[in-house]
C-alpha cells in the first residue's frame, strides 16, 4: 500500500464480504424451498428469500468494485484520494440504505414496503433484481455521483493510465445505465425492453470493463510484466466485450414483443460474446507464464487465474449454450439461465472482486503483500472448495434445465407435463445443488478464516 488514503478500501471490503455470506445463506435458503415448499413460511417465503439473495448479489458486488477503485485509482494515479472523508460518508449512507431496504424486504409486506417509501409518487419498484424502494434507488444515485467524483477527482490531479481510465469508464457506465431503473413504462413490452439496458448492460457490458482494468491492476502488480503489453492485452479485450456486448443484448429481445431482426442479432452477436472472455483467458494465463517475480501472494494469483477461467465457462460456454433463437426458444427461463447465471456471475465478478480483496487485504491490514503460508493454504482451500462446488451446482442446474425442456416443452401438448409436475421429476437435481450449496458456504468459511490466521509475509521463506 503506498497511499494513506488507500485504507478507505478496507470498510468496503470487509461489508461485501459479509452481505456476500448472507447472499449464500438466503441462496440455501431458498435451495431448500425448491425441494420442501414449506420451509421457513411464512416467515420467509420464497419470493422473499430470492429477492433477498439476488439484491445481496448486486449490492455485495457494487462495495467490491467501490473498494477496488479506491484502493486502485490512488495507485494507479500516483497521488493520495481527493477525498477520503467522503469515501467514509458515503459508505455509511450506502451501507444503512442497504441494510435498512433488506430488513424491510424480510419484515414488511412488499406491498407495504411500497406504500411505506412512496412508490406511488415514483413508480419504480416490483421489478426483478430492481425491487428496492424508489427512496433506496435514489440513494444509491447519490452514492454513485459522489464517489464518481471522489475518484474522478483523483485522477484529474494524478497520473492517466489506460488502467484507471477504463476503470472509470466502466464506474460511469454503470451509473448511467441504471438511471434506467426509473423509467417503468406501462406498456409491458417497453418495460421489458429497457429493464435490459440495466441488467444486460451492466453485466454483459459495462461492468466487464471493470472486471478487465481490476484484473489488469492486480496481474501488473503480481506478474512483474510490462505495463505496455498488458494494456494492449486490454483494449483488445475490452473492445469485443463492448461490441458484443451491446448488440449481444438482442438475445434477450427474442420473445417479449420486440421486432423480429433482434432474433438475428441477439444470436450473431451472442455467438460472439464467449471471445473476450476466452481472450481474458489467454491473457491472465500468458501474463503469469511471462511473470518476471514470484509474488508471494500465491492466492491472489490463484483467483486472478481462477477468474479467466471461470468467467470464460461461466458467461461464454453457458451463455453461448443457449444463446442462439432457435435454440433459445425450448430453453427460456429454464434452469439452464439459472445454470448459466450462477456461473457467470461467480466466475466473472464475484471471483474478481475476491481476486482485488485477496491481493489488497495483507497490505490494508499491514501484513505485507501478502499473509503467511498457512493463511493462503486456507484460503486456497477456500478457493477450491468454492470454485469446483460452483461447477456442480453449475451441472446439476443444467440437468435439471435439460430434464425440464424434455419433459415440459418438447413433446405434443397432450403428452407435456405441465410446470409443477416437470419440477417434481427434477428435484434430484434440486437436492444435488443444495448440497454442493452447502460445500460452497463450507468454502467461504474457509475464506474467512484465513483472515483470522495470524503472522506476516513469509515470503523469504517461500522463495528459499
Known amino acids: 500500500m503506498k497511499f494513506a488514503s488507500q485504507s478507505v478500501a478496507k470498510p468496503y471490503f470487509m ?113 426483478e433484481f430492481l425491487e428496492q424502494p424508489t427512496i433506496t434507488k435514489i440513494g444509491i444515485v447519490v452514492v454513485a455521483l459522489g464517489f464518481l467524483f471522489n475518484i474522478g477527482m483523483t485522477v484529474l490531479k494524478g497520473r492517466k493510465t489506460v488502467i484507471n481510465t477504463i476503470l472509470i469508464t466502466g464506474l460511469i457506465g454503470l451509473a448511467v445505465m441504471f438511471l434506467f431503473s426509473f423509467y417503468n413504462p406501462s406498456n409491458l413490452i417497453l418495460d421489458k425492453y429497457f429493464w435490459w439496458w440495466v441488467v444486460h448492460l451492466w453485466v454483459e457490458g459495462v461492468w466487464e470493463l471493470i472486471m478487465g482494468s481490476i484484473l489488469a491492476f492486480v496481474l501488473i502488480k ?26 449481444g443484448t438482442g438475445h434477450h429481445y427474442y420473445w417479449i414483443g420486440a421486432p423480429e431482426y433482434w432474433q438475428w442479432v441477439g444470436s450473431i452477436f451472442s455467438a460472439f460474446e464467449p471471445l473476450p ?47 442462439l433463437a ?86 405434443e401438448s397432450s403428452a407435456a407435463l405441465n410446470f409443477m409436475a416437470a419440477q417434481d421429476q427434477v428435484a434430484i437435481f434440486y437436492w444435488l445443488r443444495e448440497i454442493t450449496g452447502v460445500v460452497f458456504l463450507i468454502g467461504l468459511i474457509c475464506y474467512f478464516t484465513s483472515f483470522a490466521i495470524k503472522g506476516k509475509d513469509d515470503s523469504a521463506e517461500q522463495n528459499a
Not at 512483474?224 to 483488445?236: H, N
Not at 508471494?296 to 481462477?306: I, S, T, V, Y
Open 15 to 127: 461489508f461485501a464480504l459479509a452481505l456476500f455470506a448472507g447472499q449464500i445463506l438466503f441462496g440455501l435458503i431458498m435451495g431448500l424451498q425448491y425441494v420442501v415448499g414449506d420451509f421457513l413460511f411464512p416467515a420467509i417465503p420464497f419470493n422473499v428469500a430470492r429477492m433477498v439473495h439476488t439484491n445481496l448479489l448486486i449490492v455485495w458486488l457494487l462495495f467490491g468494485f467501490m473498494g477496488a477503485a479506491y484502493y486502485l485509482i490512488p495507485e494507479e494515479a500516483d497521488t493520495e484520494l481527493y477525498s477520503p472523508k467522503l469515501a467514509w460518508i458515503l459508505f455509511w449512507v450506502f451501507a444503512a440504505a442497504g441494510t435498512l431496504t433488506i430488513l424491510g424486504y424480510l419484515l414488511v409486506p412488499y406491498a407495504g414496503l411500497a406504500h411505506m417509501t412512496g412508490n406511488d409518487l415514483l413508480p419504480t419498484m416490483g421489478r
Open 277 to 323: 472472455f476466452f481472450a481474458m483467458t489467454l491473457f491472465a494465463f500468458n501474463m503469469v507464464n511471462r511473470r518476471r517475480r514470484e509474488h508471494p501472494n500465491r492466492a491472489a494469483m490463484l483467483w486472478a487465474m481462477g477468474t479467466g477461467v471461470m468467467a470464460f465457462l461461466g458467461a461464454g460456454v453457458w451463455g453461448f449454450l443457449h444463446t
Open 222 to 247: 503480481t506478474t512483474g510484466v510490462d505495463r505496455e503489453v498488458i494494456e494492449k492485452w486490454l483494449y483488445v479485450i475490452i473492445g469485443m466485450a463492448l461490441i458484443t456486448g451491446i448488440l
Open 326 to 411: 432457435p435454440v433459445n426458444y425450448y430453453t427460456h427461463g429454464t434452469q439452464i439461465t439459472a445454470a448459466h447465471g450462477h456461473m457467470a456471475f461467480y466466475g466473472a465478478y464475484a471471483m474478481i472482486v475476491l481476486t482485488i480483496i485477496s491481493y489488497a487485504m495483507p497490505q490494508l491490514r499491514g501484513q505485507g503483500e501478502a499473509t503467511s503460508r498457512k493463511a493462503q493454504v486456507v484460503e486456497m482451500w477456500g478457493f477450491w472448495l468454492m470454485t469446483i462446488s460452483m461447477v456442480f451446482i453449475t451441472l446439476f442446474l443444467t440437468g435439471a434445465g435439460i430434464l425440464q425442456v424434455w419433459l415440459q416443452r418438447l413433446p
